[in-house]
């Protein structure tokens, strides 16, 4: 079988050129993530500080998510897309800013961590749904996971330049970290421009609202409609139990710092190990047939998610915490690609972007709360066992919809049955 034929999604060049675009975006988006982790860290010493800046996303994320996704159901998503990456391109900028002249007070950093939430509010909707504009139905699932590559590559890619940079004494007034969010800020460029180069008016308007009770009215047609798709609220919820539960991002820092003795390059190694079994595993699914039971997939690989983490709580050396990170990110990444499927192709294209609005709220609302519980539980039982906690709790979400959760569970990919 030839490349096109196992990559069929990459045969679409608006495709191409998106994804393109997002990889040289998404490398600058995780470098700033891992620095500002580790910025705060060290500005602090609190891991607990660390997961607040998950409350301060989530607030933000759940309050404008919903009307980010009625916004993608009535404007060009191209339009939408350019607007909201040009405003997260300048908060960056603005982070670096305050990072070059010592204005980097925890406050000012949750400000701008905030705003940007606001940002990706309205930005994430308008994504997830153009996806499904970019690629005819039979190669959405291809191309979801050559996105998940993407995606896993910069996971990969931008904690490591971070290391390097947060370890690079700088020049001048510029030191590493502000490199490290001059860098992001400078990457938005090439998404920019890539979705510049998209056709306009790719997506299906809905009914088009023109006052406040008509933007409500259209938010409860979007919840009306997941939840009587048992399967799609099924893997919105266990999404978010898992990622709540098992997430560990947050500790990251303090376990680098504290428990390996790490310096800021081995904290680079450490954060970019997740990305790294992703990456794997999305360059499996991108290269193997589609599976067909991915809703047992799903279960299993939230249940393997949850053990990789407990180990990963106990490792004694940096290696096997490595090895275990990099078995988290690869079944989460398999979880992630299945869902995103089983998301898009069971919504119609005028219904997306509210129903990716309420996916974001749980695949979001789940990690950036979960920083913030276990920074508070690392606080009173340490990071070890925060971690192992969370990932038992993990491991017992993913039983329970396995006896349970008979609408995922029994869920079989077909791409005739998708209404588009």
Same mark, same amino acid.
């Given at each position: 079988?030839? *490349?096109a034929?196992r990559l069929?999604?990459l045969?679409?060049?608006?495709?191409?050129?998106?994804?393109?675009?997002?990889?040289v975006?998404?490398?600058?988006?995780?470098? +700033?993530?891992?620095?500002?982790?580790?910025?705060?860290?060290?500005?602090?010493?609190?891991?607990?500080?660390?997961?607040l800046m998950?409350?301060?996303?989530?607030?933000?994320?759940?309050?404008?998510?919903?009307?980010?996704?009625?916004?993608?159901?009535?404007?060009?998503?191209?339009?939408?897309? %350019?607007?909201?990456q040009?405003?997260?391109?300048? @908060?960056?900028?603005? @982070?670096?800013?305050?990072?070059?002249?010592?204005?980097?007070?925890?406050?000012?950093?949750?400000?701008?961590?905030?705003?940007?939430a606001?940002?990706?509010?309205?930005?994430? $909707?308008?994504? +997830?749904? *153009?996806?499904?504009?970019?690629?005819?139905?039979?190669?959405?699932?291809?191309?979801?996971? *050559?996105?998940?590559?993407?995606?896993?590559?910069?996971?990969?890619?931008?904690?490591?330049?971070?290391?390097f940079?947060?370890?690079? #004494?700088?020049?001048?007034?510029?030191?590493?970290?502000?490199?490290?969010?001059?860098?992001?800020?400078?990457?938005?460029?090439?998404?920019?421009?890539?979705?510049?180069?998209?056709p306009?008016?790719?997506?299906q308007?809905? #009914?088009?609202v023109?006052?406040?009770?008509?933007v409500?009215?259209?938010?409860?047609?979007?919840?009306?409609?997941?939840?009587?798709t048992?399967?799609?609220?099924?893997?919105?919820?266990?999404?978010?139990?898992?990622?709540?539960?098992?997430?560990?991002?947050?500790?990251?820092?303090?376990?680098?710092?504290?428990? %390996?003795?790490?310096?800021?390059?081995?904290y680079?190694?450490?954060?970019?190990?997740?990305?790294?079994?992703?990456?794997?595993?999305a360059?499996?699914?991108?290269?193997?047939?589609?599976?067909?039971?991915?809703g047992r %997939?799903?279960?299993?690989?939230?249940?393997?998610?949850?053990?990789?983490?407990?180990?990963?709580?106990?490792?004694?050396? %940096?290696?096997?915490?490595?090895?275990?990170?990099?078995?988290t990110?690869?079944?989460d !990444?398999?979880?992630?690609?299945?869902? +995103?499927?089983?998301?898009?192709?069971?919504?119609?294209?005028?219904m997306?972007?509210?129903?990716?609005?309420?996916?974001? !709220?749980?695949?979001?609302?789940? $990690?950036?709360?979960?920083d913030?519980?276990?920074?508070?539980?690392?606080?009173?039982?340490?990071?070890?066992?925060?971690?192992?906690?969370?990932?038992?709790?993990?491991?017992?979400?993913?039983?329970?919809?396995? !006896?349970?959760?008979?609408?995922? #569970?029994?869920?079989?990919?077909q791409?005739e049955?998708?209404?588009?």
């Open positions: 079988m030839s *490349i034929e069929p999604s045969r679409h060049r608006d495709f191409l050129n998106f994804q393109f675009g997002s990889l975006s998404n490398i600058g988006t995780m470098i +700033q993530s891992a620095a500002i982790m580790w910025h705060v860290y060290h500005l602090t010493h609190s891991s607990l500080n660390v997961g998950g409350l301060v996303r989530v607030g933000p994320l759940l309050t404008f998510s919903l009307f980010g996704g009625v916004l993608a159901d009535q404007v060009d998503r191209r339009t939408l897309l %350019l607007v909201t040009a405003g997260m391109a300048v @908060l960056a900028g603005a @982070l670096s800013y305050i990072t070059l002249t010592g204005r980097d007070t925890i406050g000012a950093i949750y400000l701008v961590v905030g705003l940007s606001v940002a990706r509010a309205f930005n994430g $909707p308008a994504r +997830q749904a *153009i996806m499904a504009n970019l690629v005819p139905a039979e190669d959405f699932a291809n191309a979801a996971s *050559i996105n998940g590559i993407v995606w896993r590559l910069s996971d990969v890619s931008g904690p490591i330049v971070a290391g940079l947060i370890a690079w #004494k700088g020049v001048g007034a510029v030191s590493g970290l502000a490199a490290c969010y001059l860098l992001n800020a400078a990457s938005f460029v090439a998404v920019i421009i890539a979705i510049w180069l998209l306009k008016n790719l997506s308007s809905g #009914k088009r023109r006052n406040p009770r008509e409500i009215e259209s938010i409860r047609e979007g919840f009306t409609f997941v939840r009587g048992r399967v799609l609220r099924s893997a919105m919820i266990v999404d978010f139990w898992g990622t709540f539960l098992s997430g560990a991002d947050a500790l990251l820092p303090a376990f680098a710092a504290s428990i %390996l003795h790490l310096d800021a390059r081995g680079g190694v450490l954060a970019a190990a997740s990305g790294t079994g992703a990456f794997l595993a360059g499996a699914l991108a290269w193997l047939p589609t599976v067909r039971r991915q %997939l799903v279960i299993t690989m939230i249940g393997l998610y949850g053990a990789a983490t407990v180990f990963f709580g106990l490792s004694p050396n %940096l290696a096997s915490a490595v090895f275990f990170l990099a078995l990110g690869a079944s !990444m398999i979880s992630t690609v299945l869902r +995103q499927t089983i998301r898009q192709l069971t919504t119609p294209d005028f997306r972007g509210r129903m990716s609005s309420i996916a974001s !709220m749980f695949q979001i609302s789940g $990690p950036q709360l979960g913030f519980e276990a920074g508070a539980l690392a606080s009173g039982i340490g990071e070890r066992g925060s971690i192992v906690t969370g990932g038992v709790g993990c491991i017992m979400v993913a039983l329970w919809y396995w !006896m349970r959760g008979r609408a995922l #569970k029994e869920y079989v990919h791409v049955a998708v209404s588009v």
